[in-house]
């Protein structure tokens, strides 16, 4: 596939995606790298964005340009969008209680704090990326649970086994502390996501270095 079949594939996919307005947003190719620009209407839309991207075959990296515009009348207070955000970690009962702190500034959310598991970092900065008026959010949410470096490869090693989308002899795992490398090749994009969120599920993991290729 070359670089101007690969745009095409690219821009009919935004197109597809409902939550996207594809209009405002441009398409450029070259080897495999797609690099978007343009602008969307809030931080929601702009993820969307990228993962409509990453599941056009072919993609091997993507160069994130867009810009995020509200409308003038659209524009929210730093302490409403705090408060709206600490209402949303509240109100969300995988999270635990008093552990998250929030910071705004012109709409940047910083997170920080403590939880156990790695979905409970990635379920705050969900349900924050879905507030109106948020501009980008910085995750400095750590996981304090500790765990063997030869239980959490284990584990790792058997999660990948179990998985029918997954050549798990081409993946090699290393881990130090309770941070995780992963090394190797994959088919595609989503392959290699699996793989990610594999190492990411073991209870402990506070980092992986995703050094898989396509």
Not at 52 to 61: I, L, T
Not at 187 to 211: C, L, Y
Request: glycine content about 6%.
């Amino acid at each position: 596939m070359n670089d101007s079949e690969l745009r095409e594939l690219v821009i009919d996919e935004l197109e597809f995606e409902p939550s996207i307005d594809a209009g405002n947003i441009d398409v450029a190719a070259k080897d495999g790298i797609i690099t978007l620009s343009g602008y969307v209407a809030s931080y929601a839309e702009k993820m969307a964005t990228e993962r409509a991207v990453r599941r056009v075959r072919g993609v091997n990296a993507i160069a994130q340009e867009i810009e995020i515009r509200y409308s003038t009348d659209k524009k929210i207070n730093d302490d409403e969008i705090a408060r709206r955000c600490v209402n949303i970690i509240a109100w969300n009962t995988t999270l635990p209680e008093g552990k998250l702190t929030v910071k705004v500034e012109r709409g940047w959310v910083t997170l920080s704090g403590e939880v156990p598991w790695h979905f409970q970092r990635v379920a705050a900065k969900s349900g924050v990326r879905k507030i109106s008026g948020v501009t980008g959010i910085t995750n400095l949410i750590t996981i304090k649970a500790r765990v063997q470096a030869a239980d959490i490869k284990s584990r790792i090693e058997d999660a990948l086994k179990r998985s029918a989308e997954v050549e798990a002899h081409a993946i090699r795992i290393l881990v130090t502390d309770s941070s995780v490398r992963l090394e190797g090749k994959v088919h595609d994009w989503r392959e290699g996501e699996i793989v990610e969120k594999a190492a990411w599920s073991v209870p402990g993991v506070m980092a992986v270095d995703d050094r898989l290729t396509v």
